[in-house]
């Protein structure tokens, strides 16, 4: 069995081929938390694809500044500017609607973002742990490819600016994809590969990944502190970690006369990453915390 490290010190590897081990919430990007569409679906879609000479100046992409629509060969697309565009299509609310579209604050990019399902909200809240967005843009643009059956669209679900790069990301749970969304998902990924942006289709999150996150996410806010709570708590981790000794999210609230008022308190401070927690294990009293990476240094 072969086993390859992961980068980004997060402390997963690879197993025959599935990511395991710890995944400590301060080191980890939001890929790390991600379940995506392997690289053998995309191939069968990609073998649905009309990819000869010259078809990236061919196939094309539009999106909206405001109210104006702007088009062009999808080469051309690494000179989109994020500022001024809108989502391609309107989002609406009904009764009675099968999708469940919203809006989610992201604190990375300091305003709303669109999303038009359960599954998507989560990615927002995920990116925005991750703490990596720059910008993000719901349904960036409508993309016009060659394929099975000639000229074919698909609108990616969302176009992600981090300090990494661009990605362009589409959500789709495992199991939900026929061919005709493979081959779509393909033509994105051979737009994103040609343009040197990042592609994947997310289709879940590593267990207990997304529990744990929705925990910390209702303590993300800024908060006060008004008893000076945030140093004293992470010079309590930082005196533990100097003599070897583990310390639980029990054990430093109780470092406190009064350790209901500790809790929110770490549950913030992992949120922003200056503590931090293995994703992988169930939360409670017993889930063993460290500094930072960053609150290390």
Request: glycine share 10%.
């Amino acid at each position: 069995m072969k086993r390859i490290s992961l980068e980004g010190a997060t402390g997963s590897h690879l197993l025959e081929g599935r990511v395991v081990g710890s995944l400590w919430s301060d080191a980890c990007g939001w890929e790390d938390l991600a379940l995506t569409c392997g690289e053998r679906a995309l191939g069968l879609g990609r073998s649905m694809l009309s990819l000869d000479r010259g078809w990236s100046a061919r196939w094309s992409a539009t999106w909206k500044a405001g109210k104006v629509k702007r088009a062009g060969p999808v080469e051309n697309l690494n000179g989109m500017s994020l500022h001024g565009c809108v989502p391609w299509r309107g989002f609406t609310w009904r009764r009675g609607q099968f999708h469940r579209p919203g809006l989610e604050p992201m604190l990375s990019t300091g305003r709303l973002h669109a999303f038009e399902s359960h599954r998507e909200d989560q990615f927002v809240v995920m990116v925005d742990f991750a703490g990596e967005a720059e910008e993000m843009l719901s349904q960036p643009f409508l993309l016009k490819f060659e394929g099975q059956g000639g000229w074919r669209e698909h609108i990616p679900d969302f176009l992600l600016l981090s300090r990494r790069g661009r990605w362009l990301v589409d959500i789709r749970p495992e199991g939900r994809m026929s061919d005709d969304d493979l081959m779509k998902f393909a033509a994105t990924s051979e737009v994103a590969l040609t343009l040197g942006w990042g592609y994947t289709v997310v289709t879940g999150w590593r267990p207990l990944t997304w529990r744990n996150v929705d925990l910390l996410y209702s303590r993300r806010r800024p908060m006060r502190d008004p008893l000076g709570l945030k140093p004293l708590l992470l010079q309590a981790v930082r005196a533990a970690q100097a003599v070897s000794e583990p310390i639980t999210f029990r054990q430093l609230a109780d470092t406190f006369e009064f350790p209901a008022l500790a809790r929110p308190v770490i549950l913030h401070l992992l949120w922003h990453r200056q503590l931090g927690v293995d994703l992988t294990a169930p939360f409670g009293d017993s889930s063993v915390l460290r500094l930072g990476r960053e609150t290390a240094r």
